[in-house]
């Protein structure tokens, strides 16, 4: 393996690999002659303060420890970790982006604008009558979607029964959180033996306690859910709703549509399907979709279109509201720019190298794929390796690594997902790294990683022993 | 409508990129013919697995564009937006960011990373976060904070669901002020919906809550008591040590809603008895971006484990150097499912990042300094407004932070038009009154602005 | 992989151990070896107090490790007699020593224990 290696600077005043902005310097600093009586104002505050030199310094070392897209390959299954195109923020930062969120509606068109184009251009993506840019991550869309649903069955006076919520195991964890902060039980669905959603299975579970049925697809598994006409006809009839989780969108855009399939609820996850950077963690955006009855629980205010001007409004029977303004802004500025750029082609053209890249990559990797056909990802088995090392050691390699160990109906899950913005010399080199892994032994993987920037990290010791704050620091 | 769907490209230089489709997929057609070969298919269509009944023929109408052409239209649509001076506020403030903020925030390793999942690859934006939660945890006086909620309405949503989980009462009531803003409050709502929690709303008087008023509020019921300083009028409370105590005497639990600059100078809330601090820490590292924004969630280390939300711990490596990882985080719904704290997945981490790039440009004397100047904008504002015929101003016989209320003896809504005739944007309030909110960045247009005041009201 | 079964206490389907102790009626509760190695690090137990009341077969606590929450379930019905402080400040004890030092509760029972599984039940059952 041929490596770059270049030495760095490193600030040794204290130890870990870049001190702290705490041990760099920190200022007690006690105001005298304020504006405001003592009683109402605290004693001072005790915080770093660096210049500007020495604080790029700081962050310029520590974003040599991260690992970003633009570093190399970052296939981490679900999370569609694709290129973010570059300019996307230039716009963001534009002055005339910068807009309070109460300002009067006529002084803020071009914001106004821009929401009203991308509620349309999701709508036609996913094929919904009605979409809301207000939740601010993917959870939240659930969270709103399933609070959709739950007005839904209250106005129709179907509440009280309708008490449960149907998630298959396999499914995304916020798909169970979503359900049980909105109040709702949480039926479990088992998948088939083909790792698919079991007809029968769910026919039993259905009924007038059902509330909605809350489906990825392709599933987790990276498997189209088939059947999916069937099963929104069995949810259908039992009155229950069909809500889409978009985390694997990327995989159908242009080829289907989830409002086609019967979904009546869906979030988009922008960050994955649309390409705006995650940022370490977010922000993110989780637009929902919903088919046209519907449209009257979306949140308020809703962005609509009187003659020549852009205005906003309350849906009449809307749920309120799920962040305290419109949501993430800038992400969705960056959202409407990446769909303005690629339109039907480059849509239609994402999924098709996206599927092409998974199953190329898979066919590639000498690991078992247990289930198949699969679609953006590949759920691969580490087999008699611990897929936590398999991980570890092929940070070694310089890639970061698949999901581990999960879905857990693969055993040793290795669930990967290159995207489409991977070349098939990056698929190559990557096929080969997860080769290498897979022929070494337990005892080294379980040692690795060794060429990063830290060494295995000791998770029990963190969870026993919490220490979240410099103030927390003893040692 | 001002702008068609239709993008006009015919100026924008030709962009060779989108005829091979997605100008972000680097295949040309021999790598797709050797990558077919070798999974065996011919066409890339065999591997879509999706019955003809639900395949989508149609076309979605969004025609492909130019990064150019994008550019030039989304330059024009953003340039239809007004150019007010804002003397906006209510929650949403705005504070000079320092240029260094978009230059570090923006370089790729930070804004095109995913959740640290792989901590040994990840330790510069763990040590971020790591940061972040010691800034917020010395600024909100409490023992632990996270690393970032979406905003302030939603951490004051998870603020009532941690006190339903934790429970030191009985009640089920969560008790909030009348100035509470009804997007908050909305979120509030939601948030509890699953929940047996019902909210009640506080009366205040001259903008800020009195004791002896929450007294005969406070009874067994009583789960949650909420206040906030400054409030969304501006008021800075002035009985919050009397407010801590009376609520501990109760056995309910105290939130603070507050924000960055604000907690750097008003009065610790770790030190009047909070139990949760909650709040908005975008005052740091962003401006007034369309009420995008990033929530504090700081609390009393007893509710460690109940806390929602990510968390980054220090721990060491095996080569007995001190590291970062996320922590706890059985308590997050990828390992809890339906009993986790929240269903929170991503947060706002960037935006955490430029927040503690921000305060530690700023340092303990410049933030305070700021926050100084935010007690003194409007009261001079207020006082020269106060000059005007048919206005006065404050409403509020209080210190304030950054803005306050104004009553006017014309129609509000008028005024407000009028005003943004003039090239300035502030809040109708109700029929009579008004919000103006003054910082550093629109300071140097207060002359301005009380001049087209007066002139709008002759 | 072998696990330590021993035979002077009995056991139920979901892992927990059941033993006397001197006092009358009060039987001692932890998880099993197997347990604890199926859960990995344990970094965390949440208990009931003291003057708790158990039923067999509900769950009365949470064992966390890094990457999983497990729920225990008591293997009788009784009253919380005692509660092994040691384990919230040193949790890795229910890993290291499950069947002595890393019990987690003692409970006063009136049902015994003679409806449990046998060690070598139980060793058929992992």
Not at chain 1, 67 to 91: A, H, Q, R, V, W
Not at chain 1, 377 to 399: H, I, P, R, T, W
Not at chain 2, 212 to 233: A, F, G, I, Q
């Amino acid at each position: 393996m041929q490596q770059h290696r270049q030495a760095k600077w490193n600030d040794t005043a204290s130890e870990g690999h870049e001190p702290l902005l705490s041990e760099k310097d920190t200022t007690r600093y006690e105001p005298t002659d304020t504006h405001l009586p003592d009683e109402l104002t605290r004693e001072g505050v005790e915080l770093p303060s660096l210049s500007e030199p020495e604080l790029v310094r700081h962050y310029t070392r520590l974003s040599q420890m991260n690992y970003g897209i633009d570093s190399g390959p970052y296939p981490l299954g679900s999370c569609t970790m694709k290129y973010n195109p570059k300019f996307t923020e230039d716009l963001a930062a534009l002055p005339s982006a910068t807009v309070h969120p109460d300002r009067p509606s006529k002084s803020a068109q071009g914001t106004l604008q821009i929401y009203y184009e991308l509620q349309d251009y999701l709508g036609r993506i996913g094929g919904m009558d009605a979409v809301t840019l207000q939740p601010p991550a993917g959870a939240a869309g659930e969270l709103t979607g399933i609070l959709i649903a739950k007005a839904f069955h209250e106005y129709n006076g179907e509440a009280d029964p309708r008490d449960e919520i149907i998630v298959p195991s396999s499914a995304h964890g916020t798909n169970f959180a979503s359900a049980a902060m909105a109040g709702y039980d949480i039926v479990e669905l088992p998948a088939d033996d083909d790792g698919r959603v079991d007809l029968d299975v769910l026919s039993a579970a259905v009924g007038d306690s059902t509330a909605a049925l809350m489906l990825t697809n392709p599933n987790t598994l990276g498997l189209f859910e088939r059947d999916i006409e069937d099963i929104a006809e069995i949810v259908h009839d039992a009155g229950g709703l069909l809500y889409y989780d978009g985390a694997n969108l990327n995989a159908l855009l242009g080829r289907a549509r989830p409002g086609d399939m019967g979904f009546d609820i869906m979030h988009y996850n922008v960050h994955k399907t649309f390409a705006t950077p995650h940022g370490g963690g977010g922000p993110g955006a989780g637009p929902i979709g919903v088919r046209d009855g519907l449209a009257k629980f979306l949140p308020s205010p809703q962005v609509g279109e009187e003659g020549e001007e852009y205005t906003l409004f309350d849906p009449e029977e809307s749920i309120g509201k799920v962040h305290g303004s419109m949501g993430n802004w800038l992400v969705l500025l960056k959202t409407h720019a990446y769909i303005s750029r690629l339109g039907d082609t480059g849509l239609t053209d994402t999924s098709a190298k996206a599927v092409l890249n998974a199953n190329y990559l898979a066919s590639q990797v000498n690991l078992d794929v247990p289930f198949e056909p699969f679609h953006h990802e590949f759920v691969a088995s580490a087999a008699k390796k611990d897929a936590a090392d398999f991980a570890k050691k092929m940070l070694d390699y310089g890639v970061h690594p698949p999901t581990t160990k999960w879905p857990e109906i693969v055993d040793e899950a290795l669930m990967t997902e290159p995207t489409e913005a991977e070349s098939r010399k990056t698929l190559d080199q990557l096929a080969a790294a997860f080769n290498s892994v897979d022929d070494e032994g337990e005892d080294v993987i379980s040692e690795a990683p060794n060429a990063t920037a830290a060494k295995r990290i000791d998770q029990t010791k963190a969870a026993r022993e919490p220490v979240l704050s410099w103030q927390q620091i003893s040692d | 409508m001002q702008d068609s769907l239709e993008i006009d490209d015919s100026q924008a230089t030709r962009d060779r990129s989108n005829d091979r489709g997605s100008p972000f997929a680097p295949h040309d057609e021999e790598d797709v013919r050797l990558m077919l070969d070798a999974v065996g298919a011919t066409d890339v269509e065999e591997l879509f697995d999706i019955p003809d009944s639900v395949r989508f023929d149609g076309e979605f109408g969004i025609e492909a564009s130019s990064e150019q052409a994008v550019m030039q239209r989304l330059h024009r649509v953003l340039g239809t937006n007004d150019d007010v001076t804002e003397f906006l506020g209510r929650g949403h403030y705005s504070h000079y960011v320092p240029s260094v903020v978009d230059h570090l925030s923006l370089r790729s390793e930070f804004i095109t990373s995913y959740t640290q999942y792989q901590p040994e690859v990840s330790q510069g934006f763990l040590q971020v976060l790591f940061e972040f939660q010691s800034l917020v945890s010395e600024l909100t006086g409490m023992d632990v904070a996270n690393c970032s909620m979406y905003d302030a309405a939603t951490a004051l949503g998870e603020a009532a669901t941690l006190a339903d989980r934790v429970r030191e009462a009985d009640g089920s009531v969560v008790l909030v002020p009348d100035y509470l803003r009804s997007e908050r409050r909305d979120v509030l709502e939601n948030y509890t919906d699953g929940s047996d929690l019902s909210i009640r709303e506080l009366p205040t008087e001259g903008g800020m809550v009195r004791p002896e008023t929450l007294r005969s509020y406070l009874d067994d019921d009583v789960l949650l008591v909420y206040v906030e300083n400054p409030t969304s009028e501006g008021v800075i409370e002035e009985h919050l040590t009397e407010i801590g105590s009376i609520v501990n005497e109760e056995s309910s639990l105290l939130c603070v809603g507050s924000d960055l600059v604000a907690l750097s100078l008003l009065q610790n809330p770790g030190q009047f008895g909070a139990d949760i601090v909650v709040g908005n820490a975008g005052v740091l590292g962003l401006p007034n971006v369309y009420g995008m924004s990033i929530g504090i969630f700081a609390c009393r280390d007893d509710f460690l484990r109940q806390i929602p939300g990510r968390l980054v711990g220090a721990s060491r490596d095996s080569a007995g150097d001190r590291t970062y990882t996320l922590t706890l985080q059985t308590r997050e719904q990828h390992i809890r499912r339906e009993r986790a704290t929240s269903n929170i997945c991503s947060n706002q981490a960037w935006v955490a990042l430029r927040t503690a790039i921000h305060a530690t440009y700023l340092g303990p004397d410049g933030l305070t300094e700021l926050a100084d100047r935010c007690t003194r904008l409007p009261a001079r504002v207020a006082a020269e407004l106060d000059e005007i015929n048919g206005v006065s101003a404050p409403v509020n016989d209080a210190y304030h932070f950054r803005e306050f209320t104004v009553a006017v003896e014309r129609d509000a809504s008028e005024v407000v038009s009028d005003l943004v005739g003039e090239g300035f944007a502030v809040h109708e309030r109700d029929d009579q009154t008004l919000q103006v909110c003054v910082t550093e960045t629109n300071e140097h247009r207060i002359d301005d602005f009380i001049e087209s005041f007066r002139e709008v009201m002759e | 992989m072998t696990f330590e079964i021993p035979d002077d206490r009995r056991y139920a389907e979901s892992h927990e151990w059941a033993k006397k102790t001197d006092a009358e009626g009060v039987v001692r509760i932890g998880i099993t070896d197997f347990a604890q190695d199926e859960l990995g690090d344990i970094v965390f137990a949440e208990l009931p107090e003291v003057g708790d009341e158990l039923s067999e077969g509900d769950e009365f606590g949470v064992i966390e490790s890094i990457k999983a929450v497990s729920d225990i379930y008591s293997p009788v019905t009784g009253t919380v007699e005692d509660v092994n402080g040691e384990i919230i400040d040193q949790p890795e004890l229910i890993n290291d020593d499950p069947h002595e030092s890393g019990w987690l509760v003692a409970v006063e029972t009136e049902s015994g224990i003679d409806h449990l599984l046998t060690a070598s039940e139980y060793e058929e059952h992992i």
